[in-house]
């Protein structure tokens, strides 16, 4: 008997006074409204970044912006390639060490089943991301997870109930049977009970492992069906691709749209792993408290700073997120393969699939490309103002230095008693040839090779009064006197800093 479409109170009593098992665990559909939200606030907060920065003429935070996009940019890769759009409603059990080899058998049931079915199977335990680390490793967790030989369902002691209860939602199971280990046995036990014939589609290596599993099973006295579905795969064999997509093509024709519902009849199979009401309250507050410890560990990470030395005033967790963006990078142009060859595979077998497929890639990675001109572009604007400010900073301390330079050398003459210096002619003769290359006469002033500056002799040396220089700097008057209006001009052009904005605030008028 097989109960479809049920809500959960008409079949609480079969295992009463414990509940009803949960379906398996599916992170990646579970992660995918989180995604959509994060990508949403990412770009509001970098847009609004964006717009304060370009209105203050900040340029750090122009460069902030521009970074604060490349985060959204991978998160919508991996929402548009990697994040499934419907929950499993076909299942792949098989054996765990056959994880490795089993991917191109994958790949090609993907590409049979098309866009209305998603496949997928328990992913191994030992391959697991621990909750804690989730929050932490969200993105390289996702692309992984999407992209693994693995598998992305999860489960504890209580798979198979959990398995049981999500077999009710499916339509259809491939049961990969080419290592029989006990765990498969007990999956196919499960599933011959649960499913009907047209819903079950054996992968095997040849005809003879269906035999014998047929009589295993007269042994146990469960009934085999008769015209079960069955895929051979041997890649010894040339014309092996071929005939196993045929094979799962005309599977996938005839099964039947709904799902295969819950079959009571195999309760009596999952009943000693079902957990009680207390275990699952343990198990949810465990799962919470990981996830709690995740996000803690993230906001720690974002307050801690290197004051050991070794990272200086960079954050922990920026040190930790460029680690995990190289991880990003790695395993990004991975999946992309993966899905280029599902792609190219469907071209041959499932073309109205491949056009899906080509869509979503276009997209995906179009909106990606998208960000990330934008996120270069607000960069490119940002570092040339900085680079900008940089060099206005560097010509301010050269210059300093030669100023400071001409100054003793006014003193060095008025302290000797040497030649007065009362213009720019005799200040150019009295310097050394290390200094004077640098300054060009031009007129009353000397020019400062390589700056917008000027020097002069404001007050010309005599015998009793030592000779005072004055400058300008882009033709506005620095020393002896700095008016009010030439010392606001500075403090925007040099954002209040360097050794020409205080030399104008000391002589300020």
């Known amino acids: 008997m097989q109960v479809a479409a049920q809500p959960d109170s008409a079949v609480q009593h079969i295992f009463s006074p414990n509940p009803l098992p949960r379906p398996l665990s599916d992170p990646l559909y579970t992660f995918r409204p989180f995604v959509a939200v994060l990508i949403a606030i990412n770009l509001l907060v970098s847009a609004g970044l964006f717009l304060l920065s370009f209105s203050q003429n900040d340029q750090v935070s122009l460069i902030q912006a521009g970074t604060a996009l490349f985060a959204p940019a991978f998160l919508i890769v991996v929402y548009a390639l990697a994040l499934p759009k419907q929950s499993t409603n076909v299942f792949y059990l098989r054996s765990f060490k056959k994880d490795a080899s089993s991917y191109k058998v994958r790949e090609m049931l993907e590409v049979a ?7 997928s199977g328990i992913r191994d335990p030992k391959k697991r991301v621990p909750h804690f680390l989730k929050p932490v490793l969200l993105v390289p967790m996702m692309l992984a997870y999407a992209g693994s030989k ?21 339509r259809a199971v491939v049961l990969d049977v080419r290592d029989l280990t006990d765990f498969v046995m007990e999956e196919i036990e499960l599933v011959l009970t649960c499913m009907t014939p047209e819903r079950i589609l054996f992968v095997v290596q040849n005809e003879e492992e269906l035999n014998q599993l047929r009589q295993h099973f007269a042994t146990k006295s469960v009934e085999f069906p008769v015209g079960t579905h069955v895929a051979v795969w041997n890649e010894t064999r040339s014309d092996n691709t071929p005939k196993f997509m045929l094979a799962s093509q005309l599977f996938v024709q005839q099964l039947p749209k709904p799902a295969a519902g819950l079959a009571l009849q195999a309760a009596p199979l999952v009943a000693d792993f079902v957990k009680s009401g207390q275990a699952l309250r343990r198990e949810k507050f465990n799962a919470l408290t990981q996830y709690t410890l995740g996000v803690t560990l993230l906001v720690a990470l974002s307050s801690l700073h290197g004051e050991m030395g070794w990272l200086g005033e960079w ?4 040190v930790i997120l460029a680690m995990l963006v190289v991880l990003q990078l790695v395993l990004l142009p991975k999946h992309c393969v993966g899905v280029f060859k599902k792609i190219r595979m469907a071209r041959s077998y499932n073309p109205l699939y491949q056009r899906i497929l080509r869509v979503d890639l276009i997209k995906g990675l179009g909106l990606a490309l ?11 604007v940002g570092l040339r103002e900085v680079y900008t400010g940089y060099t206005n900073r560097a010509e301010q301390y050269s210059f300093d230095a030669r100023y400071r330079a001409l ?44 700056t917008p500056a000027s020097v002069w002799v404001a007050v010309p040396q005599t015998v009793e009064k030592q000779a005072i220089l004055g400058f300008s700097w882009g033709e506005r008057e620095i020393a002896p006197a700095c008016a009010a209006e030439t010392l606001e001009v500075l403090q925007v052009e040099f954002n209040g800093q360097g050794p020409i904005y205080q030399r104008c605030l000391m002589n300020l008028r």
Request: hydrophobic share 55%.
């Open 150 to 170: 693995y598998l992305n369902l999860e489960a504890k002691e209580d798979w198979k109930a959990r398995l049981w209860r999500s077999l009710g939602d499916a």
């Open 407 to 450: 100054e003793l050398i006014t003193m060095g003459a008025f302290l000797d008693d040497a030649p007065a210096i009362v213009d720019a002619a005799t200040l150019l003769d009295s310097l050394g040839p290390d200094l004077n290359n640098n300054f060009k006469l031009n007129g009353a002033n000397l020019d400062v090779v390589g």
């Open 370 to 380: 998208l960000l990330l001109a934008m996120a270069g572009g607000l960069m490119f």
């Open 113 to 119: 089943l098309g866009a209305d079915f998603r496949l």
């Open 315 to 318: 954050p922990l967790l920026g």
